[in-house]
């Protein structure tokens, strides 16, 4: 059963960068899309970006131009950079693993991290 | 950009059948996946690729869709099924991941 655990700051300056990282229990990442989904308090859920270990990346067009997510293989982890942030970014942010973006959807799931952007 | 509709809200009491609905323009073309979000609970993939249930997931829930309107149907409705569910699709044209607003599933 593959887990994932989110984890980073819960509190981050308004123009700073929200940096989190994602720690995921299974043997290997290979053959997966790792990504992140956000979630604003009461809101829905919002798409941020996924990656695959090919190198194949897809982003929210939204938040493409301040957003990385990397892929750390021999950790087993990934991250998730949104610079240039204001209180619009202020979400619940999940980690999510999916065997096939466009088949299966997303089947596992972190159990979240309440990012607030604030001074 | 794709959109998805899902109504807010729907009632049902339990032992009934809850229908919700999640409108897109030709979404039968596309694979649509359910989520079920209790509160301060992540997600829960509950439907995936239109119809098939994940495992452990009960066959008391299922899903179609065709045309304009994907469906996501939970029969013998219990007070445990109270939550808000959203759909997804992959549309590699634009965004490609779509979610709807959400329907919150009230059980009476």
């Known amino acids: 059963q593959v887990q994932l655990q989110e984890s980073g700051p819960g509190l981050v300056k308004p123009s700073g960068t929200l940096s989190l990282t994602c720690t995921v229990s299974?043997?290997?990442?290979?053959?997966?899309?790792w990504g992140w989904i956000r979630q604003s308090p009461g809101k829905g859920l919002e798409w941020i970006g996924v990656?695959?270990?090919?190198?194949?990346?897809f982003y929210n067009p939204s938040l493409k131009s301040r957003v990385t997510i990397s892929l750390d293989m021999s950790k087993t982890q990934f991250s998730l950079n949104l610079t240039s942030v204001t209180a619009a970014d202020t979400a619940v942010y999940y980690c999510?693993?999916?065997?096939?973006?466009?088949?299966?959807?997303?089947?596992?799931w972190g159990q979240g991290t309440l990012v607030t952007v604030s001074s | 950009s794709y959109v998805l509709t899902q109504p807010h809200s729907v009632s049902v009491a339990p032992g009934k059948t809850a229908s919700l609905g999640c409108a897109g323009k030709n979404i039968g073309g596309k694979s649509v996946h359910w989520y079920q979000q209790k509160p301060g609970q992540a997600p829960l993939l509950v439907i995936y690729?239109?119809?098939d249930r994940p495992s452990g997931i009960p066959e008391r829930f299922s899903g179609s869709n065709s045309g304009d309107t994907a469906t996501l149907t939970i029969s013998r409705v219990e007070a445990g099924d109270e939550a808000d569910y959203f759909c997804q699709v992959w549309d590699s044209s634009t965004d490609p991941v779509v979610f709807g607003g959400g329907t919150r599933l009230t059980v009476l």
């Open positions: 299974t043997g290997s990442m290979t053959g997966y899309y």
């Open positions: 990656v695959h270990n090919t190198d194949s990346s």
């Open positions: 999510a693993g999916s065997l096939s973006i466009s088949a299966a959807g997303f089947a596992y």
């Open positions: 690729s239109d119809s």
